[in-house]
């Protein structure tokens, strides 16, 4: 996790890091009701799907945007923040196009990660047939900014 904490522990000196590591203990999310930032690393993106998307993570998700704090996420992480997850024949052992539900923060569009580096366009276009909205890809150092309602404010390349 500290490849993605201390780009802003180094900006923000006072920054308070905990980490959640919903897969391996029982979570109360009362004790990090403080957060400015929640962040969602890389990783498996179906193991993430299966610890992640749940009624309860979503709730604390929202409640916290909600009371403003921001919300982050990395590869994986970032998948399962939309309404629908896109998951690549290269990121899972099927090797087959995958939809599935995420966490729900926006719903206008899916997201395609690393997309150059999995030379993911045939992909990517045989799965926007399978969905009623576009795939936004992703390449491994590009990022979307939305608002709370889900927006795309800016796309940075």
């Given at each position: 996790m500290n490849k993605y904490t201390e780009v802003f522990q180094s900006q923000l000196p006072n920054l308070n890091t905990d980490y959640l590591l919903l897969d391996s203990e029982q979570v109360d999310f009362d004790s990090y009701l403080d957060a400015d930032l929640i962040i969602i690393d890389g990783g498996n993106t179906e193991k993430y799907l299966a610890?992640?998307?749940?009624?309860e993570f979503k709730?604390?998700?929202k409640h916290m945007l909600n009371k403003g704090a921001k919300v982050m996420g990395f590869s994986a992480g970032a998948l399962l923040l939309g309404e629908k997850v896109?998951?690549?024949p290269n990121d899972n052992s099927d090797h087959q196009i995958k939809i599935k539900n995420g966490l729900g923060l926006f719903s206008q569009f899916l997201i395609s990660v690393h997309y150059d580096s999995w030379n993911d366009k045939a992909n990517k276009d045989r799965a926007?047939?399978?969905v009623n909205v576009p795939i936004i890809p992703l390449n491994?150092?590009?990022c979307?900014?939305?608002d709370k309602l889900g927006n795309i404010i800016e796309k940075i390349d």
């Amino acid at each position: 996790m500290n490849k993605y904490t201390e780009v802003f522990q180094s900006q923000l000196p006072n920054l308070n890091t905990d980490y959640l590591l919903l897969d391996s203990e029982q979570v109360d999310f009362d004790s990090y009701l403080d957060a400015d930032l929640i962040i969602i690393d890389g990783g498996n993106t179906e193991k993430y799907l299966a610890t992640y998307v749940n009624q309860e993570f979503k709730n604390y998700i929202k409640h916290m945007l909600n009371k403003g704090a921001k919300v982050m996420g990395f590869s994986a992480g970032a998948l399962l923040l939309g309404e629908k997850v896109y998951i690549s024949p290269n990121d899972n052992s099927d090797h087959q196009i995958k939809i599935k539900n995420g966490l729900g923060l926006f719903s206008q569009f899916l997201i395609s990660v690393h997309y150059d580096s999995w030379n993911d366009k045939a992909n990517k276009d045989r799965a926007e047939e399978l969905v009623n909205v576009p795939i936004i890809p992703l390449n491994d150092h590009s990022c979307l900014v939305l608002d709370k309602l889900g927006n795309i404010i800016e796309k940075i390349d």
